[in-house]
C-alpha cells in the first residue's frame, strides 16, 4: 500500500497540494499574525483588545460556519477552487495561532530593551529587526508550526472552496473514503499524521530550548 501510494499520481499530486498550499498560507499566517500582535503589543489600548478579539475569530466560529461564509463571500470574489482563495482562507484561519504564540512570547519580553536600543539612535524597524524578533522567534516559529499543521489537514473548508481543480491531501481522503474504502488512505492517514508529529516534536523542542 505504500507503494501504490507513493507511485500514484493522484495521491503524490494531491500531496503536493498540501503542502504548497499550508507553506504558502503559513508565510501570509506569520507575516500577518506576528505584525499584528507586536502592533497591539505596542499600542496596548482598549481598540487592540478589539482587534485581538477579531483576530481570534476564525477558531472562536465553528468551522462550518466560517466555511460557509467564506464560501459565498468567494463566490462574489471568482475566488472559487483558486489557490489563491484557499491560501487566503487558510491563511486566515492560521493567524489567531500565531497571535497566542507571538503575543505570550512578547508577555515575557523586557521593554527596556527597546528602550535602549531607541536611546541609541536605533529606528523602529532596526528596533524590530534586531531587538524584537530575534527575542520572540520561538513563539513565532511555534505559530508558524501550528499554522502548518492546521493547513496541511484542514478538510472542512476545502469541501466548500474546492471542486475537482484542487485536490489537497484531506479532500482526497475524503472523496475516498465516500467512494470506496480503498487501504491507501490509510498511508495518507499516515503520513498527515507522521508530518504533523514530527512538526509537534519540532515544538516541544523550541520550548524546551527557549525554557533551558
Known amino acids: 500500500h505504500y ?10 499530486t494531491s500531496t503536493w497540494q498540501s503542502l504548497v498550499i499550508a507553506v504558502l498560507s503559513t508565510v501570509l499566517a506569520v507575516g500577518t499574525g506576528a505584525l499584528c500582535a507586536i502592533g497591539c503589543w505596542k499600542l496596548s489600548t482598549r481598540l487592540t483588545e478589539l482587534v485581538r478579539v477579531l483576530m481570534l475569530l476564525p477558531i472562536i466560529v465553528p468551522s462550518i460556519v466560517y466555511a460557509l461564509g ?6 462574489r470574489l471568482g475566488l472559487l477552487d483558486t ?3 484557499i491560501i487566503l482562507a487558510h491563511g486566515v484561519t492560521g493567524i489567531p495561532y500565531v497571535m497566542i504564540t507571538v503575543s505570550a512570547a512578547l508577555a515575557n519580553f523586557d521593554p ?5 536600543a531607541r536611546s541609541m539612535g536605533a529606528t523602529l524597524a532596526q528596533t524590530l529587526r534586531w531587538v524584537i524578533l530575534p527575542r520572540i522567534m520561538p513563539g513565532i516559529a511555534s505559530g508558524a508550526i501550528f499554522a502548518f499543521i492546521h493547513s496541511w489537514d484542514e478538510a472542512v473548508l476545502i469541501l466548500f472552496i474546492a471542486s475537482r481543480a484542487l485536490f489537497t491531501l484531506p479532500r482526497r481522503m475524503w472523496d475516498g473514503i465516500q467512494e470506496n474504502l480503498d487501504p491507501v ?5 499516515c503520513v498527515v499524521m507522521l508530518l504533523s508529529m514530527l512538526l509537534l516534536a519540532g515544538d516541544l523542542w523550541l520550548r524546551r530550548k527557549r525554557t533551558g
Do not use: D, K, N, P
Open 3 to 12: 507503494v501504490a501510494f507513493f507511485t500514484s499520481e493522484r495521491w503524490l
Open 70 to 75: 467564506i464560501y459565498r463571500l468567494w463566490i
Open 83 to 85: 489557490y489563491l482563495g
Open 112 to 116: 527596556r530593551l527597546e528602550q535602549a
Open 185 to 189: 488512505m490509510a498511508v495518507a492517514a
